[in-house]
C-alpha cells in the first residue's frame, strides 16, 4: 500500500481514471483477492489525491442496484474533511472528477466479477485507512439500503457517516 508522503509506486489517479488497471478475474481467479485489489486501488487513489499529512482514509462506496457512489474522505490534524476541503491538496472539480471516476472503475470491476461469476457484491462498502499502521478495517452490507426508501438517498448515508466520524474525531483529539 503507498503511503502518503509521496514515495515512488503512488498510484496516479490521472492515468488510472482513463485506463484503470489491477486483477482481471477469470473462473480460477479469487473473488475475495479482486475485492482486496479494489480496496487497495480505491484507498491508493485517495491516498494520491489528498497528499500529505492525510492520518486517516475514509472510503463509502455503494454498488446498489448496480448504480456506483465512491466518496472518500480524510481526517487531517484531527479534523474529518471531504475531499473539497483538503488545504495541501488540488481540490479542482475536474480532478474531484477524476478520483470518482477511478472509484467507480473500482466498483465496477467489482460488480461485473460479481455477475460474471455468480458472487454476492457488497452493496454497501465501508472503509478505514489507518496511514500509520497501514492497517484497513471493512465493513460490508449486502441488503438494500437507500433504494427501498422514498427519501434516503446514497449521499444522505455517506455524509451520515461523515457526520458520525466527525463526532468520534472531536472525542478523540
Known sequence: MPAADGVEGRANIEAFAVIGRGVILNENSDFEGLLADV????????LEYAGNGVSDVYI?????NGSMFFDPFF??????????????ADTSI????LLMKYGSIQLLRLWEAGTKYGRTVPSQLKLHYVVASGSLDAKYEYDAQHSNHR???VHDISGRWQDEIRGEAAGRY
Open 39 to 46: 480496496q487497495s486501488e480505491m484507498i491508493a487513489a485517495s
Open 60 to 64: 463509502y462506496a455503494s454498488t446498489e
Open 75 to 88: 481526517v487531517v490534524d484531527g479534523e474529518v474533511v471531504g475531499r473539497g476541503k483538503l488545504l495541501n
Open 94 to 97: 475536474p480532478r474531484q472528477r
Open 151 to 153: 427519501t434516503l438517498t
